[in-house]
């Protein structure tokens, strides 16, 4: 029996995860990443959400959105349902791709949405893919630093602007943030 529809998200900000199927890769290669952010450029809109950090790690991936409308949930299954598609037919696979629906934390405060940003931009450190945050390409961070070239789906002065006003600035606050934050060290 098809499970109910998901209760729709009310209008914020959430921080939204989403794991392969038994702890396997969801990104295989290279080619998967591309092909996912390709993907959520095209499901990611004003009027559905906008993607305000991601972090693609190999068996899941964060993204922090902002939706102003209820409408998330029939987008992520798109994004979810179509990557699914494209994954099992590239790799010539059947079955379950995602382990479950995506998770979804609202994020009121702004502590919680500076440490999410910390939080995506430190995961692959401590997963042993990068020595540094910045040498991750398939995550917000290197892009907001201005190491790797911003995917259309990502407003850069988005997040510059919760640190300063001045770009140059607002990058070194960000640097600082993420590598003398209370968790860094265990990075």
């Not at 398939?138 to 997040?159: E, H, I, Q």
């Amino acid at each position: 029996m098809p499970r109910a529809p998901r209760a729709d998200l009310d209008p914020g900000l959430y921080h939204l995860t989403s794991r392969a199927n038994r702890r396997d890769k969801l990104f295989r290669d290279e080619r998967d990443r591309v092909m996912f952010c390709d993907l959520l450029a095209k499901v990611s809109r004003p009027e559905t959400f906008l993607v305000r950090a991601y972090c693609l790690m190999t068996t899941h991936y964060h993204l922090l959105v902002e939706t102003p409308t209820a409408e998330l949930s029939e987008a992520m299954r798109d994004l979810n349902g179509i990557y699914a598609k494209w994954f099992n037919k590239e790799h010539g696979f059947r079955g379950h791709v995602f382990e479950q629906r995506f998770h979804a934390v609202d994020v009121e405060k702004e502590w919680h949405l500076l440490e999410i940003l910390r939080y995506l931009a430190l995961n692959p450190v401590r997963a042993g893919l990068v020595s540094t945050p910045g040498r991750w390409r398939w995550g917000s961070f290197a892009v907001v630093m201005g190491g790797v070239r911003a995917p259309s789906f990502l407003d850069v002065s988005w997040t510059l602007r919760l640190f300063s006003e001045d770009d140059a600035d607002a990058r070194r606050q960000l640097s600082s943030f993420v590598s003398f934050g209370p968790d860094a060290s265990a990075a």
